[in-house]
Every structure is written in structure tokens, then in C-alpha cells.
């Protein structure tokens, strides 16, 4: 965004020392208004104390104004502590507080600054006003004075000051004691405490002071002094910046400066963007200067990082400078809490959300009481919904949810009423809980003192006494019953009980809670495994249990020989050991060891084992004791057996399946020649199927289109596939083939076994011909008769001599 030339600032009236006047109060003096007011009106704050600066020695007024049904009880709290009336501070009819003469601590008397809250009180319950934080008005010296500056004509010239006080002081400068003239469009003067002037001339120069005022006081700095010497605008200077953006920290409206000095010659162009990319907008925007970007009323969209560039005209040449704005918004709410009404023994839920920047922390009060999570009262979702279960009449209050971050507080309030239908039974009495064994506790009680005739049940609320409400539950009981037996809870540990009676119009109000633990029980047998490491050496193995020693326990070993009456023992161990050796063994006996936990409640069952040692020297010479890190070694070993192993198969199954692809072309050219060679028993011409005589579907006609070259092609590559038995390698002696026969039939018959001929699925011609002798003796074909006629053989049927030579196959395709 480019930096327009802004209109020049008004000039502002000439600094005056404050006049510290008694403030007249004739409205705050008047009473509030009573009438009007529904009977039913809930407390609630018309106006509460607000933020405020007070000079010492004055008077100051804290508003506050409370609209409720009457009476209402006004009182005041400071840092928490209730105010009591005095002759320091009053009491007005409209609730507010007047401070007569505001002062600052002074050792017999406490200072009057801190935080205020307003307290209302009537019938319904009682409700806190906002903090209101009074300070004292403060003016302190100057931390930074202005400097001298030697400037050229045609430069810029930047004086500065810095000065704390309460409230933020005026800034304004004098130029050889009289006020600058702010009309002058090259002077600039920035609310931070900065004066800038742009196109020095000579008549600039002079002593500049900086002259800061507030209700406190007025502070004047050291002088400095301002030189112009002779133009230098001839020289070419690359552009730069003097002064960029501060990181600045405000609070919603107010209004934030961003400086940005650049000098250069020829001069420099001022421009302002956002490093997010956002636009800046032009809303409450506008450039003082040559570049000093002011945002009027900020809101939290304005905060990010803003970034000041120095371009020179007509090129690309840039410096850029930049600086963080952060804006924080006081807590406001979104939501707020509404009055409920609900019926006792029921859960009232109020609900409060409250945006801010930072985010708010939200509190509940109870009737200006800080409420916490405990018993029945739960805070969840941030604590921006309070659940109150089993509500009863001490629950009926206001209920305020406070919002609160660095920029400031909010409250809001509501009521809870709690309903009683007439004739409800009272609270069950007298509860007790008696723990009967680890796992159960008989709990008792007596009816109630009142209205018990329309008790139809009792319930029971049982939950753990370290878990929250939420994990509670219940068991019903029958109206008869005064005792229930709760069983499945857990050893060792304290749980919380109490009753309600339940009638047609309602629950009673909870009993008195009462506790009761749990008994503790003995631990469990522990899993025990023996090893024999020798001829007279037992070892034991189990796992350890840590937890034993929190609980004062252990384990107790036990051993003997099967044939005596007593045990050796006990040997006592710590939870944390986990193994132990027995030596000295006798090598002919059977030993029975036993193993068992024990704690603070006693022994546990025991683990029972039986060993034998007979024989135990000679398998220790031909199986020597266990060695752990031989045994890791093995199956390491057989680990990686097992991986090479699982490689050999993967490659076995490779070459399986390159197998079969080959065997499958090998397997129609076997059968081109097997058709020849074989044909079955000749049937009636009229029970063929010519559609069912073709191999794989061929046609009779297709046959007499394969060629003579062709077929000598095809029984080259099968003898190529399947070489005949001992041809390997060996030259071919086999006698030349007649015109009238395959020449690979022969061979091929006398060194292929039926079984190896792939049939399955091929189809044989038959054909009536001239007898022939068969090319193969002993070789039968004997079709099942379902393929009679039909020319089909499968596989692992026989095959018989045939008196027609072999038909020519047919391939499907050709």
C-alpha cells in the first residue's frame, strides 16, 4: 500500500498544568430507584466499577448500581477483603463508593490502589461484581531525552522522547520555547513521543524541548539542538530506513502508531504491506508524514506482522524494515448462563462461553464463593460448563461465571432453583458399610424419619472414593430391603456410598455419604518351572512381582524328597528375585518342590512341582546343563536355516513354473503326433459327432490345410523338447522316414512312456481307413464309454492297438 500524503494534523491546545477540582456528585448522591421491579427480578449489576486513575489527595467514585427484588445488601471488597465504612470512605445511596481523598501508602495508612469488586446481596443469593483496578496518577522523569542532530538541507531530522506515567502523557515539543507549528505539513509529530521533519531547510534549525503532561504533573526534557548545513541533494544515496516499526502490545481501540523513516536521494517511496499477505484495508487507516502508517480504534484482525519497504523510484532497489502488532480484547461472552429451575435430585447444568484475546480463564462463583470441582459438582469443556448432580436445597444459589485474561474481566450470573414436590420422603439415615470380604461390602441403612409411605425403592450410589462423580453408578433395591450386598469391587480399596428413596413424585435428598474399604486377600500362585542342571541341582524359574514389595511380601520356597513327611524350608525370597538353585540334591530321589507369594494378608496358594533326578548323571554327561548363550546361538543357527530355506523354495517354485510354461507348448505339439499314431475303436458313422471329432474344436476340413513343412517344423521342436533316450548329444542315426509315415512317430513310441504323454483334454479323430499295423505294440487305447464315438481320451486311460492308421490333427486356430 502505497503512503498518500495524510492532511495535516490539527494542532493540539497548548499543555496546562491540570486543575485538581472537587468533582460535583448530585447523581450519585440520589437513592436508587425501588419501584418498578418485578417481584421476581433476579440480582443482577445495572452498572459496576470500571478501570480508573485517581490523583492523590482527590476524591474518587466507584459505581455501582444493582437491580433485584429488595432488599439488597450493598457492600465493597478490596484485594478480596471486605471495606467497612469510614470516615475515609462512603457509602452511597445507589450503592457506589466514594474514596473523600485518595492517597498513596504512607506507612500509618494502607494506599487506596488495588482492586475493587461490588457485592450484592439479597434473599436468592449474592453476586461479585468485575474487578475494577484503581491506580494512582504517576508522572516520572524523562528515561529518554531528545539528541542533538546535524542535518542537510533537504533531510530528515528526528527527535525522540520517552516518559512513563499514569495516565499515558501528552507529548508535545517546543522549538526555542514556543510551540512548533503543527500547520506545517513538513513537521510530523507522532503520539509515541517522536518528532519528525522532513525537507530541512535552514529556518529549522534551533533548540527543540519535549513537554509531557498528564493529571499528575508536567515534565519538560533537555534541549536539543537542531543544525541544517548546506544542500547535499547532488549525491546519489541508496535508499534507507532511519527507523522501522516497534513490536507494539494494545488493547482493542486504541490506536497504534507504526513509524517508518526512510532517507535516500533521489527520495525514497514509502510502502506498507502485511507479511501474511492480508490486505491492511483502509478502514480507520491513514499515513502521517512520508510514511508512518496509524491504525484508528485497532481490533484483533489488525494484529500481525507489518512490514515497511523504501523503494527507489523507478527501480526495483528496495530496504525493507518490520515490526509485530499484537491486540488483545478483554473477555467478553458468547454465551451466557441461564437461570434454571430443577427438581431436587436431579442434575442442573449451566453453560458459559466467554472469546477474548489471550483466551480467557473462566472461574465459577457461588454466591461470590469460588466454586472447584469435588463431590457432586463437575467442570468440564474448560470450565465452561458446570454440572451439579443430585441438586438439593443447599445447591439453590447464583451462580457467576467470570471470564478473565490480561485485558480485562466480565461476569455473568444466574440462579438455580431447586423444586420440592410436597410430601417427599427425607434422606435415608444411618448408612453403614461394612467391608466383608476383598471383593464385597454390606451396606445398611434405615428408612427415612418422613413421608415413607410412598416409597416404592432405594438406590444405591456406589463409586471408587479416588474417582470423580462421573464414574459412579447404582444398583436399585427393593422398598423392603435395608441392606444390599455390593459385590465385584476391587481388593484393597476405599469406596463411597450413599441412598436415595425414590417415590412416584420423586427422590429424596442424598444421605450422608459413608466409606468403607475393602479387605485385602493373599496373592496368587505364582507359575513355577523346573530345570535339572545336574546329577544333585535343581533350578527354579518364575517370574518376579515387584509390586510384592510394596506390599510387604515375597515368595516362600519349599522342598523335599517325595518319600518324607516334612519340607525343607521356608526359603524366603524378595518379590524381585526370580529364579533360585537347589544343590546337594540327592541324584536317586523325586523331590517335590513348592513354591508360594506372600504379603501383609497372608500367604498365597502354593505352586507344586515334582522332579525326578534318577538317571539325572547320565543324561548330564550326554546333555550337558543349559547354557543360555549356546541355546541363543542355536537358534540364531536355526533362524537362519529357516530364511535360506524359505529361499530355495521360492527358487524351486521359479523353476516349476517355467517348467510348466514349457510343458504346456510341448504338450499340443505331443499330441499333434499321439493323434496320429493312435486311433480308437471304429463305431458307427452315423453316432459321430463331426463337431466333436475335431481336436479342440477344429473342423475335418481345417486338417487338410496343414502342410507337410509344417508338421516336420513342429516334430523338429518337440524332438527338441523331449530328446528320445540317449540321443543327447549323439548324432541322429535313425533311419529316414517314409513318405507314408511321421517320421518322429517311431522314435517317440518306442522312448516316451504312456505316462508321460499330456492327453488330458485332447481330441482324437477316428476315421475309417485300411487296416494298419499299429506303430507301437502293446500300446492300447480303451476310451470310457461315455466318450464311444466321441474320439475323446483322458488322461490315464489305457490305450489299445488300432487297425486304421492315425488320423492328421487338427490345431483350433489354424
Known sequence: MAAPRAAPPRRPPAPRRPQLLLPLLPLLLLPAPSGGLDHSAELAFAVEPSDDVAVPGQPLVLGCRVEGTPPVRITWRKNGVELSESPHSTM??????????????????????????????????????????????????????????????????????????????????????VPIDTDNERYTLLPKGVLQITGLRAEDSGVFHCVASNIASV????????????????????????????????????????????????????????????????????????GNLIISDVTVQHSGVYVCAANRPGTRVRRTAQGRLVVQAPAEFVQHPQSISRPAGTT?????????????????????????????????????????????????????????????????????????????????????????????????????????????GYVLHIRKAADPPEL??????????????????????????YIKAYTPRGASSASAPTLASTLGEAPAPPPLSVRVLGSSTLQLLWEPWPRLALHQGGFKLFYRPASKASFTGPIVLPGTVSSYNLSQLDSSAVYEVKLLAYNQHGDGNATVRFVSLRGASERTGLSPPCDCRKEEATSQMSTTGIVIGIHIGVTCIIFCVLFLLFGQRGRVLLCKDVENQLSPPQGPRSQRDPGMLALNGARLGDRDQLGRDEKHADMKELEQLFPPAGAVGQPDRSPSPSPTQDPAAPALCEETPLSMLPLQGSGLREERTSEAKAPCAGLTVAPRPQDAGSGLLSEGQAARPSSAPAAQPALSGQ
Not at 121 to 143: C, E, P, W, Y
Open 472 to 497: 459412579e453408578y447404582q444398583e436399585a433395591v427393593s422398598k423392603g430391603t435395608f441392606q444390599h450386598l455390593v459385590s465385584d469391587l476391587e481388593p484393597s480399596t476405599a469406596y463411597s456410598f
Open 92 to 177: 452511597l445511596a445507589n450503592g457506589s463508593m466514594m474514596i473523600r481523598h485518595f492517597q498513596l501508602d504512607q506507612g500509618d495508612s494502607p494506599s487506596d490502589e488495588g482492586d475493587y469488586e461490588c457485592v450484592a446481596q439479597n434473599r436468592f443469593g449474592l453476586v461479585v461484581s468485575r474487578k475494577a483496578r484503581i491506580q494512582a496518577a504517576t508522572m516520572s522523569d524523562f528515561h529518554v531525552h531528545p539528541q542533538a542532530i546535524a542535518g542537510e538541507e533537504g533531510g530528515v531530522a528526528r527527535f525522540q522522547c520517552q516518559i512513563h506515567g499514569l495516565p499515558k502523557p501528552l507529548i508535545m515539543w517546543e522549538k526555542n520555547r
Open 348 to 456: 442442573a447444568m449451566f453453560t458459559c462461553q466467554a472469546q477474548g484475546e489471550p483466551p480467557p480463564h473462566v472461574t465459577w462463583l457461588k454466591n461470590g464463593q469460588v466454586l472447584g470441582p469435588g463431590g457432586h459438582v463437575r467442570l468440564k469443556n474448560n470450565n465452561s460448563t458446570l454440572t451439579i448432580s443430585g441438586i438439593g436445597p443447599e445447591d439453590e444459589a447464583i451462580y457467576q461465571c467470570v471470564a478473565e485474561n490480561s485485558a480485562g474481566s466480565s461476569q455473568a450470573s444466574a440462579r438455580l432453583t431447586v423444586l420440592w414436590a410436597e410430601g417427599l420422603p427425607g434422606p435415608p439415615i444411618n448408612v453403614r458399610a461394612v467391608s466383608i470380604s476383598s471383593t464385597e461390602v454390606r451396606v445398611s441403612w434405615n428408612e427415612p424419619l418422613v413421608n415413607t409411605k410412598e416409597i416404592i
Open 219 to 290: 515534565r519538560v526534557s533537555h534541549g536539543a539542538r537542531l543544525t541544517v548545513s548546506g544542500s547535499g541533494s547532488g549525491v546519489y544515496k541508496e535508499p534507507t530506513i532511519l527507523v522501522g516499526p516497534e513490536n507494539l502490545t494494545l488493547t482493542v481501540h486504541q490506536t497504534a502508531v507504526l513509524e517508518c523513516v526512510a532517507t535516500g536521494n533521489p527520495r525514497p517511496i514509502v510502502s506498507w504491506s502485511r507479511l501474511d499477505g492480508r490486505p491492511i484495508g483502509v478502514e480507520g487507516i491513514q499515513v502521517l508524514g512520508t
